[in-house]
């Protein structure tokens, strides 16, 4: 009986180390920011608000004069960068923001390319509801940006 006791006991002790070994810890998904996730947020915000006050100057003011060739340029110059910050900000967000910022920054890129189609064919209609759209969409997201 002894026997029985020391093997079974050996058995539970790997059964036990086998399922303690394979089962991991659940990951925590984080309520708050880091200070160096704000910092990161803050550094690309900066950016994203500078473009946006470029574009809520110039591209009217391009749209409203038809000038097609200033407006497909800027589209592709300066604000070709807005969606590669868009996607910094995105990836240090809280997980539970960041498809709804992906969404957005979606949104964003496919006015543009309206707004850039609308240059092509010199549609000031088709090019300014892009630009409206665009606007709102990029507003959205900055709002879904921590404050610092």
Known sequence: MKVYRS?????LALVTTFVVGCSSPKAAIPTTYTEIQIQQIQKHNTD???LRDRFTTELPRYISARNWVQVDAFVHGPLGSLL????????????????????L???VFEHLVTVSKAAEVRDPIQASSGYQEA?????SFLSLVPKA
């Open 105 to 107: 920054s979606r949104e």
């Open 135 to 139: 606007l709102k969409d990029l507003d």
């Open 84 to 103: 590669q910050e868009m996607n910094y900000i995105t990836k240090n967000l809280l997980p539970d923001a960041q498809p709804k910022a992906r969404e």
């Open 48 to 50: 994203i608000v500078a």
């Open 7 to 11: 093997i079974l006991a050996c058995v």
